[in-house]
Each structure stands twice: as structure tokens, then as C-alpha cells.
T-cell receptor
Framework: EAGVAQSPRYKIIEKRQSVAFWCNPI?????LYWYQQILGQGPKLLIQ????????DSQLPKDRFSAERLKGVDSTLKIQPAKLEDSAVYLC????????????FGPGTRLTVL | AQTVTQSQPEMSVQEAETVTLSCTYD???????LFWYKQPPSRQMILVIR??????QNATENRFSVNFQKAAKSFSLKISDSQLGDAAMYFC????????????FGTGTSLTVIP
């Protein structure tokens, strides 16, 4: 079974630039999560999708972050414009359904904002 | 929001020995789930073990076991017969059984295994 795929693995941008991350969850997984993991901290949920609908985006900085999952499969997370404090690893995870305990994580995208 | 605290930023253990990682959490709920995740340097986080709060019996997965003390809100992970491949960041996480699916993670413990 293929795992959660993410790309790119690494990205370096300058502040005020835009960046987008892509995630392909495990086939058949209805629930998709985006996390931000700042160095030295645990992952923090940014947004959760159930199929193509948003379940929770309470911690997403909506003035600069956006995410979509148009067909209920792949998802993209965008930052526009980026700030220095956005430097982090962005993790995507998926689970079979909402409320199912096990989340499967992708390898993450390490973003450096200069 | 619930908080999860891991008070040991770094731990080390000799190969084949036993190590215990600590985790405490704060909640007013009675129905919840607790997890330990392992994040090796490659950054792919994997589930190590989970515990349902309503179960009194401590969860065990091969060399990994937990000591779940509900009244004390403590959830420690014991790794027996430590192996070099156990070296990683370990995160404790909490999920409510009532109010949704958000996971709350601790800040992690970096485990070094000494050959």
C-alpha cells in the first residue's frame, strides 16, 4: 500500500514570496490533515478535510494560508505571502475516516523562509 | 484546548536497556485517546502505540508498553530491549473522544540509543 506522498520535500523562498505544497493521501482515505511543525515543537493542526469539505480550520492563518481539496483526493496548501515565522515542516496526514484513530503521515515539506 | 506536556527534551539509553519517556496531559474530558508517535530523522511520523482512556489495561505492542495513570493524567512510554532503530523523536498526542478529531501533540522527546 502506497503511503502519503508530499512534494516538494524541501523549499527555500524569500519572505513575501508565495509557495504551494502538494499532498496525495492514501487511496480511499476520506480525511486529510495539514500540520505545521516548527523546529522544537510538536505538529499543530492547520486544517482538516473530510472528502472535499473543511471540518476544522480554526488554526489556519487565513490571511495568508489557504488550502483546497477539490476532488476529495489530492490537496494543496498555499502560503501567500510568506513570513519568516512560516519556516517549518508542513506535514500531511490521512485517515480512513474522521474519528478513526490512526493517522498516516507523509514525509513532510521543509520550508525555509529567508 | 487540551495541553500535552513532555518534560524530557532529550533522553538516552544504552542498547538493549529499557527507557521510559514521560507525558502528562490536561483535560476535563472522560472520553479520549492517547498516542505515542515516533518520528525518525527522515521525518515520516509513525504510530507506535495507542491507549483508549476507557480501558484500564495498559496497551502493549511488542517492546513498547505504556503506563497509563488516568487519575494522574500521565501516559508514559516504556521501550524495552532498546535497539539502534529506536532512535528518533517521540511525540505524545491526545485526541478527544467527543469534540472532534484534532490531535494535540507534545513538544517531543529526542531519544538517542548508545551502542
Amino acid at each position: 500500500e502506497a503511503g502519503v506522498a508530499q512534494s516538494p520535500r524541501y523549499k527555500i523562498i524569500e519572505k513575501r514570496q508565495s509557495v504551494a505544497f502538494w499532498c496525495n493521501p492514501i487511496s480511499g482515505h476520506a480525511t486529510l490533515y495539514w500540520y505545521q511543525q516548527i523546529l522544537g515543537q510538536g505538529p499543530k493542526l492547520l486544517i482538516q478535510f473530510q472528502n472535499n469539505g473543511v471540518v476544522d480550520d480554526s488554526q489556519l492563518p487565513k490571511d495568508r494560508f489557504s488550502a483546497e481539496r477539490l476532488k476529495g483526493v489530492d490537496s494543496t496548501l498555499k502560503i501567500q505571502p510568506a513570513k519568516l515565522e512560516d519556516s517549518a515542516v508542513y506535514l500531511c496526514a490521512s485517515s480512513l475516516a474522521a474519528g478513526v484513530n490512526e493517522q498516516f503521515f507523509g514525509p513532510g515539506t521543509r520550508l525555509t523562509v529567508l | 484546548a487540551q495541553t500535552v506536556t513532555q518534560s524530557q527534551p532529550e533522553m538516552s539509553v544504552q542498547e538493549a536497556e529499557t527507557v521510559t519517556l514521560s507525558c502528562t496531559y490536561d483535560t476535563s474530558e472522560s472520553d479520549y485517546y492517547l498516542f505515542w508517535y515516533k518520528q525518525p530523522p527522515s521525518r515520516q511520523m509513525i504510530l507506535v502505540i495507542r491507549q483508549e482512556a476507557y480501558k484500564q489495561q495498559n496497551a502493549t505492542e511488542n517492546r513498547f508498553s505504556v503506563n497509563f495513570q488516568k487519575a494522574a493524567k500521565s501516559f508514559s512510554l516504556k521501550i524495552s530491549d532498546s535497539q539502534l532503530g529506536d532512535a528518533a523523536m517521540y511525540f505524545c498526542a491526545y485526541r478527544s473522544g467527543n469534540t472532534g478529531n484534532q490531535f494535540y501533540f507534545g513538544t517531543g522527546t529526542s531519544l538517542t540509543v548508545i551502542p
